[in-house]
């Protein structure tokens, strides 16, 4: 009896030992299990030094890890020889980067902390992170905390997740849209570090949340002008303030959301809100909705794209009349022209105005606006619009094509009876077998006034003729070319290579107030800096500089490369200062054109024009003029002459302060030499100091820097821009410093 009582008693104990391990008063009496990583072991536990993917253990839990490396660097920061340091993007991304546990912590989850800084060489480029936790080994995740977004101070990541079960991870607030397979640079890195977790505290206030049923909204492909809306459902616990919510990002215009606020009269509870896109232009658009009270914060990013409803081209807005025109403000926009032109319609008594700079970057593919590609080259699909620059940039267009069947290349292919004004084309590039160009390839009757093709534009007709830096060729009927300029770099491999104009086969056609700065070559025959071949018809040019580089196998000149029989061409107040090559040993070329062109029945006429005479020592039909002596008002007056119409100037900053027929700019004129400026200035020791009572106002060199008024200059000329004593209007004055 006394050892059936023992066995009772043992066994009694026993299970009163397994009911109490069992209870939650009996967990709360355990150990504590909260969690820290310093990283100081971060080798040993083999985090490597390259961001890769890693699964492995830290301080006993298991986690994983992508774009995630171990410190090591001077632009690091570590408490200690070691931290995480965390990358935004990197080349050759195959996943979304991020740092997860994947299992839930022993003891749960009380409060998470870290320190973290921007990584020292990209803490210009950081992007915003969050912390989020999972109740349900990772199938759903609910942000604490508040994102952050590193910065050049060490900070502290503080927020209480207080679950009994759950595992946490570090993402991009945006892993929902960001598109990681895009990404093209190790960017936006950070460091981490000290990382603790503490336990589950069942004393702890419950943790407010804000749950949103989606971490992205996705609207799909929507017309543009047209609305699509879709509902959040929000569940939200243990708040005591209302929801408030607001639209963040760039893109934040074209959503709207049904209510500003979410009413809590209650600490747990439900609601739906509902998010609409409208866009107004082509294009993917991307925004945040932020839910937050008090303390507590949801993201839900939004993703829609606006595309074109088939046979409908809106553009981002206007009527296309003259008091209303279609505005173009979108790449977008531009690729729905070129669509319509190519497809539906001529807009013949249409116009257009551009809003903004555009970059094109992201558009491949797009045919001219106005082409004849895939036919014999006898149906024109033309451009017979109007379209207004509004003095905007064009940027990073690409057009490259092949065949015999993909020729006039330019961003207006064909022209007819049109006018394009007002534009500027920057960092593009225009290939082609052959007719290409930059602004516009074919004119028929159309006028291009005010384009410019800027820094870093390309033209290349690979195989056949023509190329122009502004256009390609004027066919039909006349058209005209006026304050235009090009600094693009021509090539082609066969004939008529033109600084402005390739070709011209028509009479009537007029080049005027236009400047090429552009180098032009062809492998052949002609070219020309402002025509490179006439073929019938008239053509004026007047008004006009070239300052590129001129190189062709047979004929070169500086404003024309060939004219034909039965041509006529007239050119007027010009005058050139770009070198003129052939380079055949039997060629010829002339720093205005050359004599060797002419045939019976070709008539050229040139009135008061002139070269750099250090640049040709031949004869020509020019005039020569010492470079020096070009940059001066006696010379700006000899090329405009008697005339009413005052078209030369000098600018202060503008082609070395030589004359330009075109552009805008502080005038120089009453430019005062060196020897009536010193009683007025002095020199020392590179300081140029005004006497008593003369201010200094502006220091420009011939270039344009300005530089402060009490700069030591180097040795060069300047223009310096004073107010005499007693004087009403300021004074420019010419000033030489010297080298020592």
């Given amino acids: 009896m006394k050892k059936k009582y023992i066995y009772l008693t043992m066994t009694f104990v026993f299970a009163c030992i397994l009911g109490l391990k069992a209870s939650p008063t009996y967990l709360r009496g355990q150990a504590k299990q909260a969690w820290n990583y310093d990283f100081e072991t971060a080798k040993a536990d083999n985090l490597g030094d390259r961001p890769n993917h890693y699964d492995l253990k830290l301080n006993g839990l298991a986690w994983s890890m992508y774009a995630v490396r171990r410190t090591g660097g001077a632009n690091d920061f570590a408490n200690g020889k070691y931290a995480a340091r965390i990358y935004g993007s990197k080349m050759s991304m195959k996943e979304m980067p991020y740092m997860a546990m994947t299992e839930d912590k022993v003891g749960g989850i009380g ?338 006034h005010n384009c410019h093709a800027g820094e870093n534009v390309t033209v290349k007709a690979r195989l056949k003729p023509y190329a122009g830096g502004i256009a390609t060729s004027a066919f039909l009927s006349p058209s005209s070319i006026t304050d235009c300029t090009s600094r693009v770099s021509v090539e082609a491999e066969d004939v008529a290579v033109g600084g402005i104009l390739g070709l011209n086969s028509v009479q009537g056609t007029s080049i005027s107030r236009c400047i090429n700065y552009g180098s032009i070559h062809t492998n052949s025959n002609f070219a020309g800096g402002i025509v490179g071949y006439v073929e019938s018809g008239s053509l004026n040019i007047d008004d006009c500089l070239n300052a590129g580089d001129i190189k062709a196998e047979s004929y070169a000149g500086g404003f024309l490369g060939m004219g034909l029989q039965s041509s006529s061409i007239n050119i007027r107040n010009s005058y050139n200062i770009g070198r003129v090559e052939a380079t055949d040993p039997n060629g010829a070329f002339d720093p205005i054109f050359s004599t060797a062109i002419k045939t019976e029945g070709l008539i050229i006429n040139t009135q008061n024009c002139y070269y750099d005479k250090a640049l040709y020592s031949g004869n020509s039909v020019g005039t020569p003029y010492a470079r020096a002596e070009m940059r001066s008002q006696e010379f700006t007056e000899k090329l405009n002459g008697d005339r009413a119409e005052y078209v030369w100037r000098r600018l202060v900053g503008v082609n070395d302060e030589l004359p330009v027929p075109c552009g805008e700019g502080e005038v120089i004129t009453h430019i005062v030499q060196t020897a009536m400026a010193m009683p007025t200035l002095n020199i020392v020791d590179g300081h140029i100091a005004a006497s008593d009572g003369v201010r200094i106002l502006s220091i420009h060199n011939v270039t344009g820097r300005r530089y402060a008024t009490s700069s030591k200059l180097p040795a060069g000329i300047y223009i310096v821009a004073l107010m005499p004593a007693k004087a009403e209007t300021p004074l420019k004055v010419k000033v030489i410093i010297e080298a020592n």
């Avoid at 950081?126 to 080994?137: F, G, P, T």
């Avoid at 294009?283 to 939004?302: D, P």
């Avoid at 088939?310 to 669509?339: C, H, M, R, V």
């Avoid at 330019?410 to 082609?432: P, Q, R, S, W, Y």
Wanted: aromatic letters at 8%; a negative charge; one cysteine or more.
């Fill in 111 to 448: 409060t998470v902390e870290f320190v973290y800084r921007a990584y020292g060489e990209h803490k210009a480029s950081q992007v915003a992170w969050c912390v989020q936790i999972s109740e349900d080994k990772g199938e759903h995740w609910e942000t604490i905390g508040q994102p952050f977004t590193p910065k050049e101070e060490v900070q502290t990541f503080h927020a209480k997740a207080n679950v009994e079960t759950g595992r946490i991870r570090i993402v991009r607030t945006d892993y929902a849209v960001f598109d990681y397979a895009a990404a093209g640079k190790f960017d936006a890195a950070f460091n981490l570090d000290d990382i603790s977790i503490t336990d589950y505290e069942a004393e702890a206030p419950n943790r407010p949340s804000i749950i949103a049923n989606n971490d992205l909204l996705s609207f799909g492909e929507v017309n543009k002008g047209e609305t699509k809306k879709l509902t959040l459902n929000i569940t939200y616990k243990n708040l005591n303030a209302d929801i408030a919510l607001s639209l963040m990002g760039e893109s934040a215009q074209v959503f709207s959301l049904s209510a500003d606020k979410i009413t809590v009269t209650e600490a747990n509870g439900t609601a739906n809100i509902d998010a609409t896109f409208a866009p107004q232009a082509l294009g993917t658009y991307q925004a945040v909705l932020k839910l937050q009270s008090g303390e507590t914060t949801t993201e839900v990013q939004l993703m829609g794209k606006a595309i074109r409803k088939a046979g409908e081209f809106t553009y981002s807005g206007g009527e296309g009349t003259k008091e209303s025109p279609y505005l173009i403000s979108t790449a977008g926009d531009i690729e729905d022209l070129s669509l319509a032109v190519d497809t539906e319609t001529d807009y013949a008594g249409r116009y257009f105005k551009l809003t903004k700079d555009i970059d094109m970057s992201g558009v491949s593919n797009m045919k001219p606006i106005g082409n004849n590609f895939g036919t014999s080259g006898t149906t024109l699909k033309a451009f017979s619009g109007t379209f207004d620059g509004d003095n905007h940039k064009i940027t990073h267009l690409t057009m490259t094509f092949k065949g015999k069947n993909n020729i006039g290349v330019a961003l207006f292919g064909i022209l007819k009876d049109a006018k394009v004004m007002n534009l500027t084309l920057a960092d593009c590039h225009f290939e082609a077998d052959a007719i290409v160009a930059s602004v516009a390839s074919v004119l028929v009757g159309s006028a291009l």
